[in-house]
């Protein structure tokens, strides 16, 4: 039976959350008056915290405000990259990667299975040495270019096991004949925890569901 783990990324493979992160820094490396547009950036996160809209319309507006129309290109991508060196060097929690290089001693198959854009998801999976990235999907030009407008939904919640499905069909894989093993940080993950053969809730918590099972990876 094929092994395969299932890692999420903000507060589970790294410490702290992304997605702002990724938006400060492209508006600062880029035309720093987009960084003006940083208090309606928080007006939108408090938005939707009150249940104004949802998630993909808030990325949506985070990229076009502080990265622009077209978020990954030629011309992008060295600003990108430097993000990314930043994220490996700053904000990799201890545990994730001693967890990840044990499942690859172990021959498991690692796939990142995170609401994070592709636009940088991808290249942080192939980074840390996991074989797959199964992120939020973008829109792209005529000319190839990520583009700010999500292309189909938010890679969220119930979303992933859809998204797991169709990865493991396109891999020949039937659910039957693989055993999975899902990493994060949150009950919001709850679909993707009960449809793994064992969920791992990553972190420090108090009443964790007695269905999963519960570690800290904040030290080595």
């Given at each position: 039976m094929r092994r395969i783990a299932l890692y999420d990324l903000d507060r589970t493979v790294t410490r702290a959350p992304t997605f702002t992160p990724f938006l400060v820094h492209m508006a600062a490396s880029g035309n720093p008056l987009r960084l003006l547009g940083v208090p309606l950036w928080i007006l939108a996160m408090l938005g939707y915290k009150a249940k104004l809209y949802g998630r993909k319309p808030l990325k949506q507006f985070g990229l076009t405000l502080l990265v622009g129309r077209v978020v990954r290109s030629p011309a992008l991508q060295p600003r990108i990259d430097r993000f990314l060196a930043r994220q490996l060097v700053r904000n990799i929690q201890p545990g994730a990667r001693a967890q990840i290089a044990a499942d690859r001693e172990a021959g498991v198959t690692l796939v990142l299975v995170t609401a994070a854009p592709e636009i940088y998801a991808e290249a942080m999976a192939e980074a840390?040495?996991?074989?797959?990235?199964?992120?939020?999907r973008h829109q792209r030009s005529a000319e190839g270019h990520l583009l700010s407008a999500i292309d189909g939904e938010n890679n969220y919640g119930s979303i992933k096991v859809?998204?797991?499905?169709?990865?493991?069909?396109?891999?020949?894989?039937?659910?039957?004949?693989?055993?999975?093993?899902?990493?994060?940080?949150?009950?919001?993950?709850?679909?993707?925890?009960?449809?793994?053969?064992?969920?791992?809730?990553?972190?420090?918590?108090?009443?964790?569901?007695?269905?999963?099972?519960q570690v800290d990876w904040s030290a080595a």
């Open positions: 840390l040495g996991l074989h797959a990235c199964i992120a939020t859809g998204r797991i499905e169709a990865w493991l069909a396109a891999e020949g894989l039937a659910r039957a004949d693989v055993h999975l093993t899902a990493y994060t940080d949150h009950a919001s993950d709850a679909p993707i925890l009960n449809f793994a053969d064992t969920g791992v809730l990553v972190g420090r918590y108090a009443k964790p569901d007695p269905r999963w099972s």
